[in-house]
Structure formats: structure tokens, C-alpha cells
């Protein structure tokens, strides 16, 4: 396998920006015509997981096990507790609820999988960081170098199996008409076909030609992608199919292209604060702007949204997540 320039990774960030703005913009009170609102939120979702797939064996590499497991720990729970207990107690307030009717449902969801557990997710978006996780777990029980030396052949495998398990999950939900998780295994092929897309591709030189090495695990991701939304979604099978399409598309150009615009940059930075810490100003807006139809309620609506929520991420990645990260560094550099 070919390795990539570690350091042209300027595309990622803008490309990371513009995900979180499509997730964002998804969950606008905007009354979207057919599944666009979906498709547009769901190509995000997409982009993200093949960032994640991009970037984690190179994060792997440089850690040991223990390492490893605690940097993906501090980085995604500590902020996601805080926000999530913010989104609690706004909800609590802002809709007049029982606030120990609904501990269970908190502390439910400090474990992020809270679906698993029976309760509702309080933030959102949040229903994709369980997938994040066992994605992390999983590369942590693999040697660090796993990838660099696996066999095409190994490769092919655990996408084969992968998508395997994916149809049969699908087929379990379209049989017992039961919510199983088809969303589980397809982003967790996606992230792999961005660590096989890190691996093959994503240099200055790349070309649609230069996708080859990538090529057969996406044929095979697209025959276990197919009739899995067909069996587990149905009718909305085509918004899936357009949205992971847009989003895989999007990430490839970026790449090719070397896309970096400074806006979309500096989204980027904050963008796991933002995607997140959007709910709260969401439910204090709902209750004070009543758009009914108005063009013009709808704009100040989003507006302040958006404001509020790149607002209070910069706020928690500056004077949180950063400050806890560097500390949380010595720790991990201790450890073996």
C-alpha cells in the first residue's frame, strides 16, 4: 500500500467545516421539499465517517493500546457530558418536565448508547458516536500497524463479512419491521473505505484512474449498501442512496482539488462542539420564534441559531476541550 503526505491535510479541516454545516443545515426548521433536508444531513454524516477512517490509522499508529483508547475517550466524552447536561437541563426547563422522571434517560445517554438501552437520544445528533466508538475500539484491539501490513485479500474479507452482517441486520429489520441498526454497519464500512482511501489515494497526483486500489471495496460496500436500505428504509431508500453518494463525492473532490476555504477552516476547528451544542439554542428558539410559515421569522431563527451555536462551540473548545486535551496529554504520554 502506498502511504500519502501526512502533512496536506488542509482540505480535511474545510471539508470537516462544511460536514458539520450539513448537519447543521439539516436540522433547521426549514420545510424541505421530499428527503432533501435528509439527504443533505445524511451526505454529512457520510463525509464525517470517512474523515474518521482517514485520519484514525495514523492516530493508531502513534499511540499504544492504552494510548490510544484514552485519547479517543477524553476527546469525545468529557465535552459531549457537558454539553449533553446542558441540553438536559434546557430541555427540562424549556419544556416543563420532570427532572427525575428523565435521569435515567441522562445517564442513559452518557453512555452513548442509549439507543441500545431503550432510551431516546437528548442531543440529536448524537446518534452516530456509538458507531464512532466501537470504530475506535475495534482499532484499538488491532495491532497499530495492522493496516500497513494486512493483505489485500485480509482486507477484502472484513468488508465481505461486513456487508454480510449489514444485509442481514437489514433483512432482520425489514422482517420484524424492529429499528436493528443497518446505519451501524454501513458507516463502519464507510470509515474503513476511508482508511483504505488514506492507504491508495489522496495525493496531489490523484486521479479518478487512481481510485483502483479502493475500487472493489466500494463495489462491495455497494452490494451490501443497495439492498440493505432497500430492506431496512423502503421507499426512503432513495435518499440514502443519494445522500452517501453526494457525501462520498464531495470527499473525493475535496481531496483531488485540495479544497481550503478559511471559513469553512475555522468551522472545522470547532466543528464537533458545534454539530453537538446546536440543540440547546434549537429548543430555547422554538419556544420564542414561532416561524408559522414567515420568511422572515425563519431567517432571524437561523441566524441567531447559527450564532448561538458557533458561539458557545468556541467558547467550550477554547477554554474546555483544548485546555483538557493538553492536560490530558501528559497523562497520555505516561501511560504505556
Not at 446518534?127 to 500497513?148: G, N
Not at 487512481?210 to 431496512?232: K, T
Not at 452517501?244 to 481531496?255: E, R, S, T, W
Not at 431563527?301 to 476541550?321: M, P
Request: net charge positive.
Amino acid at each position: 500500500m502506498s502511504g500519502n503526505n501526512e502533512n496536506n491535510y488542509g482540505w480535511i479541516s474545510t471539508l470537516r467545516g462544511f460536514a458539520a454545516l450539513l448537519v447543521f443545515t439539516a436540522h433547521l426548521p426549514i420545510p424541505w421539499p421530499g428527503q432533501m433536508g435528509f439527504i443533505i444531513g445524511r451526505a454529512g454524516v457520510a463525509i464525517f465517517f470517512l474523515i474518521m477512517g482517514y485520519l484514525a490509522v495514523q492516530a493508531r499508529q502513534k499511540r499504544t493500546r492504552k494510548q490510544y483508547l484514552f485519547n479517543r475517550f477524553v476527546r469525545m466524552y468529557p465535552v459531549f457530558w457537558l454539553i449533553l447536561t446542558a441540553t438536559f437541563i434546557a430541555k427540562i426547563i424549556v419544556w416543563r418536565a420532570s427532572l427525575f422522571g428523565h435521569l435515567k434517560d441522562l445517564l442513559f445517554n452518557m453512555t452513548l448508547f442509549n439507543e441500545f438501552l431503550g432510551s431516546d437520544c437528548i442531543i440529536g445528533t448524537s446518534w452516530m458516536m456509538p458507531i464512532q466508538v466501537c470504530f475506535f475500539v475495534a482499532l484499538a484491539v488491532l495491532s497499530a500497524d495492522f493496516f500497513e501490513y494486512a493483505s489485500e485479500k485480509t482486507i477484502e474479507n472484513i468488508f465481505i463479512a461486513g456487508g454480510g452482517f449489514t444485509v442481514f441486520i437489514s433483512l432482520l429489520r425489514f422482517i420484524t419491521d424492529k429499528p436493528f441498526p443497518t446505519a451501524f454497519g454501513l458507516l463502519l464500512l464507510l470509515g474503513l473505505i476511508g482508511i483504505q482511501y488514506k492507504e491508495y489515494g489522496g495525493n496531489n497526483s490523484i486521479s479518478y484512474g487512481d481510485i483502483h486500489g479502493v475500487s472493489r471495496y466500494l463495489e462491495i460496500y455497494a452490494v451490501a449498501f443497495v439492498p440493505s436500505v432497500i430492506l431496512a428504509y423502503k421507499w426512503d431508500a432513495i435518499g440514502y442512496i443519494a445522500a452517501y453518494v453526494i457525501g462520498i463525492a464531495l470527499f473525493v473532490l475535496a481531496d483531488k482539488y485540495k479544497v481550503s476555504v478559511e471559513a469553512m477552516n475555522k468551522l472545522g476547528s470547532v466543528g464537533f462542539s458545534f454539530f453537538l451544542v446546536s440543540d440547546i439554542p434549537h429548543i430555547i428558539l422554538e419556544k420564542i420564534i414561532i416561524t408559522n410559515g414567515s420568511v422572515i421569522k425563519l431567517v432571524l431563527f437561523i441566524v441567531i441559531k447559527f450564532a448561538a451555536s458557533l458561539g458557545l462551540a468556541h467558547l467550550l473548545t477554547k477554554y474546555v476541550e483544548k485546555p483538557m486535551l493538553s492536560k490530558a496529554k501528559s497523562i497520555e504520554m505516561s501511560m504505556k
